[in-house]
């Protein structure tokens, strides 16, 4: 119930009554508090006391074998009792046991020689001797006793038992003093068992044995049980180390034989009393000697103390319900709540009634002020006391009556201004109209916000840019957590640091073109956009906010943007971004800074022989080959056609090595047509904060035409041969004619009785004549074969290759002297070939014969395939004499058919492989 709901009177009542029952309980409480508190200090205190006799009833069970060893100890030791006199033996033993209560089960003496001799009390509480020796066959015999105290009759065979073995021996003779061992379950009791036990010296000083009392730890319960039973409350003895149970007044096993035969120490968690677990953990996180404990039903007062002696480390604890001290108290408190109850209630009645009279009058203003709000200005308050009440009474009625007059005369006041507003409105509706007309005609977006950021209208152009349907999508809602919640890579942004905000903070406008505002569908939008604060008399109640797409504009600024420091093809920094860098990262922080300066080679040839499309490839290649191989923080950079550079920071000349040979293993593996990657590298690297970065760069540029200039030769030999390998992967048949237009017109050489230098030349250009068929598509190639001369394709593309093998070997001084042979060794003795076009001696010695060669190897391909005969091939060679070939070129081929039909293979004709 609503406090405003009630009335005064109640109210006075509930007051007075919860004064009242919050004074009593808090008196209540504090009584409670102290009575309780005295309990538990009564409690603990008892609890200590009866943990104390626990303490003395242990002392007294464990101190007594101690003292029986090390008395016996010292008389065995100084000759008194002789062990080795057999009847003295066990009438010692004997007479001991028989002496000492039922606690002690045995008293017995190990030799360090494993014989085993004593006394025990057997199942029936009768005393036995006991013997183990060589007689036994080192078993434990038992036997009766006689009236003098000696061995009787036998009356166990035991098993098999060697003293030196027991916990209890070893612990003596390790420490060298008495000493209790742990505590183990007896082989034939079903009881706990502990051992005090001692070490015997001879009169030498050599341990001789163990002299050993064992007692039983049933009779801790028993004494256990007894005291719980007198205090009402529980005990029990633990293992400090293990929380195994030694004795305890619950009624719990302290230890469990399993079906295997071994058996398991119990622990109080083992049982359904979990309270004296609990203490015990609490008193081992350092909660003190007395802890309270609860469990579902009942608190304990647990008091816990320490039993020590050597190889003895135990708890004991004593719990006591703190029901026994508390009952009378909760007996006592039920009584006096009751007591306190009906007093409160006889309170309020008595104030509840005295409230009514005082209340009356108020009571009758109320019921006059409600009939004056719900229209009824006739009704008056009665005015019975000149008090309080009274006066209000009065001021009540004199109100009544000019409210009463003032409503007469407002019917006709609130007519004309009724008229006055609905002209307004019919206004302001032609104005809005007019207005929204205007917004929505504009092509930027437009929306206002009051000073909270909330939309108060959108234009068309608004909706539209940002993607929502209708201006309730937006109207009523925060426009920053709408659209402008983030930055363009996503991180949120803070109203905080939003610039519309700040506007409408500061009261003034800004502009912005450089942030985004996000669409309906979560994608940004590029805007340039301005806010301008909106004030009412002076006080400011909003902002406009218009923007456009900024979308287009800020690509081309980033093309722009890219395209200053960036070269358009790879990707790559540029020389101008290259060159500020090198400036910029010339700084102590940076040493050793190395420089890279490469070339890549074979530009100028795929440009030539392939065009600037493959040449980009190249350039394109290579480019992400040295992105792949150099770290993050290099700064790679095209600076001329072929030419790159890299800049490293900290980097020693050995790292600088190991990145080269990256480089040039990725560069190697790149193929564009028949150019396979290669690339010429120099570096240099400053160490010395004082030396130009400029000379750095000029040696690694220097550095790097050495090494370019160093393996050119290999250089150009590599990339001819890896054109002649793609060559003949294209068309495997070039392969065969190459290697025979070689020999054919070295033996041409040697029949015309040129010199070796000019036949080893022969030998060469007759290999490399159709280099420049690597410019040929290689269906067009494999469609054309090995055209028979004449017979050339017919949309000219074969007759590219002469052309394009001059450009190759004219690249390199290696075969620039067989570049004017290839480009005319299609051109025929009467003036008919290609590409120039000349005839006769016109035409170098080196091409005619390169031009008889590759004819001859065309005839004998087609002689062996059995399409000619070998007069055919004469007749063919002769009608090419003088017409395709040199008429002194053709008469030595002919030579060479007719020996070879002689069976003369001098001329080579035996070998066409």
């Not at 003293?163 to 021996?169: K, L, S, V």
């Not at 593996?669 to 000379?695: H, M, N, W």
């Not at 009608?879 to 081929?893: C, E, H, N, Q, Y």
Request: with cysteine; net charge negative; glycine share 10%.
């Amino acid at each position: 119930m609503k406090s405003s709901t009630l009335s005064i009177k109640t109210i006075g009542v509930i007051l007075f009554i919860v004064l009242i029952t919050a004074s009593s309980g808090t008196v209540g409480y504090f009584i409670f508090s102290g009575w309780l508190s005295s309990t538990e200090e009564t409690a603990g205190r008892l609890a200590y006391e009866l943990n104390s006799r626990v303490f003395s009833r242990i002392g007294e069970h464990m101190n007594s074998p101690l003292h029986l060893i090390e008395v016996y100890k010292d008389q065995i030791e100084k000759g008194v009792i002789d062990l080795n006199d057999e009847n003295q033996r066990e009438r010692f033993f004997s007479s001991v046991l028989t002496t000492h209560n039922q606690g002690l089960y045995s008293f017995s003496f190990g030799s360090e020689e494993g014989e085993y001799y004593g006394a025990r009390r057997n199942p029936q509480g009768g005393i036995e001797i006991m013997r183990n020796n060589r007689s036994t066959g080192g078993a434990s015999w038992y036997y009766s006793l006689k009236d003098d105290f000696t061995a009787g009759e036998l009356a166990l065979k035991a098993g098999t038992f060697d003293p030196r073995t027991r916990d209890w021996y070893r612990a003596a003779k390790t420490l060298g003093k008495p000493v209790f061992s742990p505590v183990y379950r007896h082989f034939i009791m079903p009881d706990l068992t502990v051992s005090a036990a001692a070490p015997v010296a001879g009169r030498d000083g050599k341990l001789l044995g163990v002299l050993g009392a064992h007692i039983t730890l049933s009779g801790i319960n028993s004494s256990l049980e007894e005291l719980a039973e007198e205090a009402g409350g529980m005990a029990a003895i633990v293992e400090k180390r293990s929380g195994a149970l030694i004795g305890n007044s619950i009624g719990m096993d302290n230890f469990r034989t399993l079906p295997d035969g071994t058996f398991r120490r119990l622990t109080p968690a083992d049982g359904e009393n979990r309270i004296l677990q609990q203490a015990a953990e609490l008193y081992a996180r350092g909660k003190g000697n007395t802890v309270k404990v609860s469990d579902q039903q009942t608190s304990f007062i647990v008091h816990i103390n320490e039993f020590r002696r050597e190889g003895v480390d135990w708890l004991v604890l004593f719990a006591l319900p703190e029901s026994l001290f508390t009952a009378g108290i909760f007996h006592t408190m039920r009584f006096s709540l009751l007591l306190t109850v009906l007093a409160v209630l006889a309170a309020a009645l008595v104030c509840a009634k005295a409230a009514s009279v005082l209340m009356k009058p108020l009571e009758n203003l109320v019921t006059t002020a409600e009939s004056l709000s719900s229209g009824d200005l006739s009704r008056r308050a009665e005015v019975r006391r000149n008090d309080e009440i009274g006066r209000v009474a009065r001021a009540v009625n004199i109100m009544a009556e000019k409210l009463e007059h003032m409503i007469a005369s407002l019917g006709e006041t609130v007519r004309e201004r009724t008229a006055e507003l609905e002209e307004r409105n019919r206004e302001l509706d032609q104005n809005r109209s007019h207005l929204k007309l205007i917004l929505d005609s504009a092509a930027e977006g437009i929306y206002g916000i009051d000073r909270k950021g909330n939309c108060t209208f959108a234009n068309a152009g608004c909706l539209k840019m940002l993607g929502y349907g209708s201006q309730e999508d937006l109207s009523g809602k925060n426009m920053h957590f709408l659209i402008h919640y983030a930055h363009r890579d996503g991180r949120l942004m803070d109203p905080e640091e939003c610039k519309i905000f700040s506007s409408l903070r500061t009261g003034r406008g800004i502009r912005v073109d450089d942030e985004v505002f996000w669409t309906s569908g979560g994608t940004p939008l590029d805007v340039a956009y301005s806010s301008y604060p909106q004030f009412r008399n002076g006080e400011l109640t909003g902002a406009v906010v218009t923007f456009t797409d900024n979308t287009e504009r800020r690509k081309s600024e980033a093309r722009i943007n890219f395209l200053t420091y960036h070269d358009s093809l790879t990707g790559l920094y540029n020389r101008a971004f290259f060159e500020e860098e090198l400036k910029r990262m010339d700084r102590d922080e940076n040493l050793p800074l190395a420089v890279i300066f490469g070339d890549v080679n074979g530009l100028k040839l795929t440009n030539d022989i392939f065009g600037h499309s493959a040449g980009d490839e190249l350039l394109k290649k290579s480019a992400e080959a040295l992105r792949k191989s150099c770290r993050e923080s290099d700064i790679i950079a095209r600076v001329g056609g072929d030419e790159f550079t890299i800049i490293l920071p900290r980097a020693k000349p050995e790292d600088v090595r190991k990145l080269i040979g990256r480089i040039k293993g990725e560069i190697s593996k790149l193929r564009v047509r028949a150019i396979k990657g290669s690339i010429a590298l120099g570096f240099s690297v400053k160490t010395d904060p004082g030396q130009s970065v400029q000379e750095t760069l000029r040696e690694a540029e220097e550095a790097m035409y050495r090494e370019k200039d160093l393996g050119r030769k290999a250089e150009s030999l590599e990339t001819i041969s890896a054109i002649m390998e793609t060559l003949h992967e294209k068309s495997p048949c070039q392969k065969q004619h190459s290697e025979n237009v070689s020999r054919i017109c070295m033996e041409i050489g040697h029949a015309l009785n040129m010199p070796e230098t000019e036949t080893r030349k022969l030998k060469e250009a007759g290999f490399l004549h159709d280099i420049g068929k690597i410019v040929v598509d290689e269906d067009v190639l494999n469609e054309a074969g090995c055209l028979f001369p004449g017979e050339e394709d017919s949309d000219g593309e074969m007759k590219k290759h002469p052309v394009a093998g001059f450009r190759i070997l004219n690249l390199y001084d290696e075969t620039m002297d067989l570049g004017e042979s290839v480009l005319n060794h299609h051109e025929n003795w009467d003036g008919s070939g290609y590409p120039r076009g000349i005839g006769g001696e016109e035409i170098p010695q080196m091409a005619r014969i390169l031009r008889a060669g590759e004819a001859f190897d065309d005839l004998l391909e087609s002689m062996e395939e059995g399409r000619m005969t070998g007069e055919e091939v004469l007749e063919q060679i002769l009608k090419l004499r003088g017409t395709s070939l040199d008429p002194a070129v053709a008469d030595i081929l002919i030579s060479m058919v007719r020996k070879a039909e002689e069976g003369d293979t001098a001329g080579g004709l035996a070998d066409n492989s």
